[in-house]
């Protein structure tokens, strides 16, 4: 997938998360601002391959439920933008940025031929809210001169009294597992154009014992649960990622009462 299809696709997913955004902050108690960093390295005037971009835009929270989930709440994005690209850990965005000009002057001083430079996009943002919780995505775009770019998508789901991660399992019933599966099998195979009884492993997916099964990267909004496999987790980097979205409508059987969606 080229950079402009990928960004394409991120856009229209990060509108989809302000359309479902409809709790305002006030009613949720939460407040954030969005923050911008961005760093380059150009070592070359003349030919313009020779770079390192990095940037990144993300909210910082400022007000919460109580000091420790405003923390809590901080500390997740922080983990998302900090995030080493090589084995050397980074604790600022600064650190972050000069690894990676680091790295490719290194690239550039051993391989003079090196035919590109590197890029690094990270994007962490508010997906949605209610009076219970916070769903919060990061999206990363980078091409450190492989053979094609790679990204990511990640969502986080905070509960907003404690401001601890909400598990899967803590919205269902207990043995939901199947009959979620089930569900979410169907909206997956119209989302990859796939026959009901088309075989997974021969269409070129990779499911444990060749079952079809959700995976922990959801996200909580006001109509449904989505799902979303990124690039090399359930198939080749060539057929892309997966987004599928499940009403809650045809959730209803297996939600637990007085849960975290049971009210939405």
């Known amino acids: ?18 359309c479902c955004t409809s709790k305002s902050e006030e009613e949720s108690g939460i407040k954030f601002r969005n923050v911008s960093f961005s760093k380059a390295f150009d070592s070359s005037n003349v030919k313009s391959e020779n770079f390192v971009h990095v940037k990144v835009d993300y909210v910082e929270f400022t007000q919460a439920s109580s000091a420790t989930v405003k923390d809590s709440l901080n500390k997740i994005v922080e ?7 090589f084995e050397e850990k980074t604790k600022t965005l600064e650190e972050l940025a000069q690894s ?19 890029e690094l996009e990270r994007i962490v943002e508010v997906f949605y ?12 775009y980078s ?17 907003l009294q404690t401001g601890r991660t909400i598990k899967l399992d803590e919205l269902f019933i207990a043995g939901y597992k199947d009959e979620l599966n089930k569900i979410a099998e169907k909206h997956f195979r119209k989302e990859r154009e796939l026959k009901p009884e088309e075989n997974l492993e021969n269409a070129g997916f990779w ?17 449904g649960l989505s799902f979303f496999f990124n ?3 359930i198939t080749s980097h060539a057929a892309g990622p997966t987004f599928i979205e499940i009403p809650f409508t045809e959730l209803a059987s297996i939600v637990k009462p007085s849960g975290f969606i049971s009210s939405n």
């Not at 983990?79 to 690209?85: F, S, V």
């Not at 490719?104 to 003079?112: A, H, L, R, W």
């Open 100 to 118: 990676l000009i680091n790295d490719y002057k290194k690239q550039k001083k051993e391989f003079p031929d090196f035919p590109s430079g590197y």
């Open 143 to 159: 091409f450190l001169g492989g053979a094609h770019p790679n990204s990511v998508m990640l969502y986080t789901n905070i509960e």
């Open 231 to 233: 690039d090399y987790e």
């Open 207 to 223: 499911f444990k014992e060749n079952k079809f099964s959700v995976n922990e990267n959801f996200a909580i909004t006001k109509s």
């Open 1 to 18: 997938m080229n950079k402009k299809i990928l960004l394409f696709v991120l856009l229209s997913l990060s509108l989809l998360g302000i």
């Open 129 to 140: 809210i209610n009076d219970k919780l916070v769903c919060v995505k990061f999206n990363e």
């Open 79 to 85: 983990g998302y933008i900090n995030a080493p690209i």
